[in-house]
Nanobody, 120 residues
Framework: QVQLVESGGGLVQTGGSLRLSCAASPSIFSINYMGWYRQAPGKERELVAAKGRYGSPYYAESVKGRFTISRDSAKNTLDLQMNSLKPEDTAIYYC??????????????WGQGTQVTVSS
């Protein structure tokens, strides 16, 4: 059973940066596809960025050019570097992993979430 633990959330001003990290155990290499999701109050959960073991990453249009997802097999972490943050980025951010991007929401492993708040 894969366990995912997020860290790095917090409060930042508009235009600031945060780096989220997701520690995977026992091994990130065993997880075919991983992603960062977020859910803001009153809104549906959305996929922010995702990356498989191979291939190019996926980014939601709203974060392209500002967020960077990276996967480190040596450290067993999935990171999300968030720059030029906006108030609309405020949400709980979740790390998740599974067999594919389509199966993660229903059968993937999920972390407990970390709060990101961007003040205007």
């Amino acid at each position: 059973q894969v366990q995912l633990v997020e860290s790095g959330g917090g409060l930042v001003q508009t235009g600031g940066s945060l780096r989220l990290s997701c520690a995977a155990s026992p091994s990130i290499f065993s997880i075919n596809y991983m992603g960062w999701y977020r859910q803001a109050p009153g809104k549906e959960r959305e996929l922010v960025a995702a990356k498989g073991r191979y291939g190019s990453p996926y980014y939601a249009e709203s974060v392209k050019g500002r967020f960077t997802i990276s996967r480190d097999s040596a450290k067993n972490t999935l990171d999300l570097q968030m720059n030029s943050l906006k108030p609309e980025d405020t949400a709980i951010y979740y790390c998740a992993g599974g067999e594919s991007i389509t199966t993660i929401p229903t059968s993937g492993s999920w972390g407990q979430g970390t709060q990101v708040t961007v003040s205007s």
